[in-house]
Each structure stands twice: as C-alpha cells, then as structure tokens.
C-alpha cells in the first residue's frame, strides 16, 4: 500500500514514493510532462499538495530521492546536514513549516540559523505549496551577503553582472559593451564574459583584458570568464589574473557528470582560486549557474521533476560558499519551460529555494526566441524578484544576447528595477561610480560620458 494518499471527493490518489508525491505537486512545467512524471490532472496536483502538506519534515533526511550508495549529491546532503540548525523544525510538517516561514516572527535572523538544517528537498517541497506571493514574501527574509572586491547582497541592493558577450570575442566590441554598461550603472556583480571560443589560451587572453580594465579604472569589482573549470584551473596555472571559477551545477552526481564535473573538482578550483588572494573584502570564489531541466536533458533526472532536482543543485553550489549563484532560468527552452509563466514561476522558485538554503541567488531573466514569452513577461519577472531581494540580475546590451542567441534583461532594465524599487547598486560600487562621475550626489546618471573615459577614447586613432 502506498504511504502516500490523499481523497478528493470519492477519488483516493495514491503516490507510490515521496519522489512521486513531489512531482505529483510540483505546479505545471513541460518539462515535468516530458518526462512523464507530471500529475495527470489538476485535481491529482491539489491531492498530491494536501497529501504533502502533512509528510513530516524528519521523512526528507530518511527517504531520499536518488540513493546514499549511488550518488555523491546524495552524500553531500545527507553528510552536510546540520542536526542543530534542524532542530527547531524537526517536529513540522511541510504545512506547517509553510506557516511558521510565513509568520512575521520569523525573520532574517531565524532563517540564518536554521539555512544549514533545511536540505534541497524540503525547500523544493514547501515551494509547492506557495503562491507566486508567498515565494516572494519569503525571499524577501532571506539575506545573503557575500564578498570578493566589493559587498553584494546587501539590504536595498540590487547588482548586476555586465555580460559583454561577443560572437567572436572581438576585444574591441567587448571593449565597447564594458563601457556601455559601466556608463549604465552595471558590473558591481561581476563583469562576465561566455566566450566564443572556449580553449584556454582565449581565455587566458580575455582573463587579462578584464583585468586590465577593472586595474586602469580602479573598478571595485571582480572578473570572470565563465568557462569549464578546467580551463580556469589551467589558466590559474599559467599565471593568468582569475578572480573567480566558474562552472555549471546539476542535482545529481550524474548530471554534473554530464558536465564533466564532480564535487572534488569543485574544490580544487575553489582551492587555486583562494590561494591567489585576489580578494580586497572577502574571499567567496565562485560562481555558479543553474537551471531546471539540466538534468533531464542529460538524462540524469533519476525520475525527480525538475524543480526538485535543480533545488538539489543549490546543496552542491553552497559546499562552496560561492560569491554569486544565479538560475538561467528560461535559457534551455520551451521543452522545459514553456510559457511566460512557467519561467516566471520556476524564476521565482529558485529564487526562493536559494535563498532559503543560505546562497547569495541572482537570476538571469530570459527565455529564448522559440518559447511563448516575450519582454512583458520578462518586466514582470524582474519586477518581482527585485521585491523579493534578488542579490543580481544580467545586464546585457539591449537585453539580447548576440552570442548565445536569447533574450535576458539590459543594462536598462537594472536601472528600471533600482529606480521603482528604490534599490542601489552595491555600496563600494557606487561610491566609484559617484567618483568617476557616472552618476551625481543622489546616485542619478550624469548623462555625459565620464571624463576617464573621455581621455581614453581620445587616445584612440581616428
């Protein structure tokens, strides 16, 4: 007999494992229908909530969704988890636990010391019984603070990464786009490049043109090239100027697998990067990116629908105390997402399972040009993860990407969500923008290019 029921009306629904019982809930994505693991119907969704509802949170540390002995995603949940920080919601439900996240007495500060006690799964399984309201509400308590060559995450902050991506890593047009962005107020997450032609000795090369500009500017921010960790590793052995190692993250050992990454590659990059000091304020290293459907497009899902496999991604990204983490959360397409409004949802869901995990979470805001979304869509999104206190979001030249070939938010766009949301750029970041007078006293535009910069272009041959 299955351990999981519930009864609508004459109907008894029945989950045949709690695996079963979270996809069952989990709210509508084509990805879930793709791999048949999806409710059938919205009344079998509704029981399979209220069945949730009512499983013990003690269940999620006995009953894991891929085994002990077969992955190492597993392991690291299970090893990492702490009892104490547990302990005072060791005796909810998932219902419960809804309730006691959404009381007002549970603030920042109650969320902080139970972040290491949660585990994957039961994030992933409070965030199904939640209103689109409920996951921002909740996002909003979480505060994650993290640190390289400035402050991000902080109370009233909203950051963006500068992604000036080039479809042949043109140093002049990735030049240009820094420039843009920075005279727009972005790059205080990190000016991030996905290059074109991913072998080392390129990266080593755009390594060195970031570093250049951010050393002749004084720019108190960080670089990245989001490149395999491998070649990051051999760039760091070539004596190239890293600042931060990148690499994509999955839920399973096997999906990361599919990446050509396990967790003790993860470590030795973190490892090279701290070991080169490059940090001013802090030492967080890495940057990591998500997004639902990696690991059923690797195959790798092991029969979990995708929101709970990519909360398990989060367990992997914050064994590393990561400077930035963000979901890519419409780039793999339709076949995962399909609709404004699953990416909206599943935006908000990392965003929130994140968060509550204790990561530092951005978004990048996006779909691509096959899905049924438009910007409309995208405005609405970003509008809700700025009340929700997103730690950063992508700034790229007129929100499309002309390398990767989607749609994400602009340098534009940063500035719109600063403005009606009375947010700010982070604080030492700022402050440089105000001295290179990029923007005045009360943190608004000049308008005019700044005087550095001035010098700079006049240097150049007609």
Not at 116 to 142: F, N, W, Y
Request: aromatic residues 6%; contains cysteine.
């Amino acid at each position: 007999m299955p351990r999981f029921s519930h009864t609508i009306a004459s109907h008894t629904y029945q989950f045949s494992s709690l695996k079963d019982l979270l996809a069952k809930a989990s709210p509508p994505r084509s990805g879930d229908v793709l791999a048949g693991v999806a409710a059938a119907s919205a009344q079998e969704r509704v029981a399979a909530q209220l069945a949730l509802a009512d499983v013990p949170l003690l269940t999620f540390l006995n009953e894991a969704p891929v085994p002990y002995e077969d992955d190492e995603v597993t392991r690291l949940i299970i090893d990492s988890h702490d009892r104490a920080a547990f302990a005072p919601l060791s005796h909810l439900c998932v219902g419960d636990f809804r309730d006691w996240l959404l009381d007002d007495a549970t603030d920042t500060a109650a969320l902080s010391r139970v972040a290491a006690g949660i585990t994957p799964e039961m994030a992933a399984a409070v965030s199904k019984l939640m209103r689109l309201q409920d996951l921002v509400l909740m996002a909003r308590k979480c505060r994650v603070v993290t640190a390289f060559r400035n402050t991000l995450g902080l109370e009233g902050r909203l950051s963006a990464r500068l992604q000036p991506n080039h479809p042949t890593d043109d140093a002049t047009g990735i030049a240009a786009s820094i420039l843009d962005g920075l005279m727009l107020g972005s790059g205080d997450a990190v000016i991030g490049i996905n290059p074109a032609t991913d072998n080392v000795a390129q990266v080593v090369s755009l390594l060195h043109l970031l570093d250049a500009v951010i050393d002749q500017y004084r720019i108190p921010t960080q670089s990245c090239v989001l490149t395999h960790v491998t070649n990051t590793l051999e760039a760091i052995r070539r004596g190239a100027p890293v600042d931060l190692v990148f690499q994509s993250v999955a839920g399973t050992e096997a999906a990361n697998r599919s990446f050509g990454i396990d967790l003790s590659l993860l470590a030795e990059g973190q490892a090279a990067a701290l070991s080169l000091g490059r940090g001013t304020v802090g030492r967080n290293v890495m940057y990591f990116e998500t997004g639902q459907g990696s690991a059923l497009s690797a195959g790798a899902h092991h029969g979990m629908d995708q929101q709970t496999c990519e909360a398990r991604a989060y367990a992997v990204a914050r064994a590393y105390q990561p400077l930035l983490v963000n979901s890519v959360v419409g780039f793999i397409g339709p076949e995962y997402l399909y609709d404004g409004k699953q990416i909206m949802r599943a935006g908000l869901e990392d965003h929130f399972c994140a968060k509550l995990l204790g990561l530092p979470m951005g978004c990048d805001v996006c779909y691509t040009n096959h899905a049924e979304a438009d910007q409309d869509d995208m405005d609405a999104l970003l509008t809700m993860l700025g009340v929700a206190g997103c730690n950063f979001i992508m700034g790229v030249p007129g929100a499309d990407d002309i390398m990767l070939g989607y749609q994400s938010t602009s340098f534009h766009d940063a500035l719109y969500a600063r403005r009606v949301l009375g947010l700010r750029a982070a604080p030492e970041f700022e402050a440089w923008l105000a001295r290179m007078h990029i923007t005045d006293g009360q943190g608004r535009l000049n308008g005019a290019l700044a005087p550095a910069f001035q010098a700079a272009l006049g240097r150049l041959p007609p």
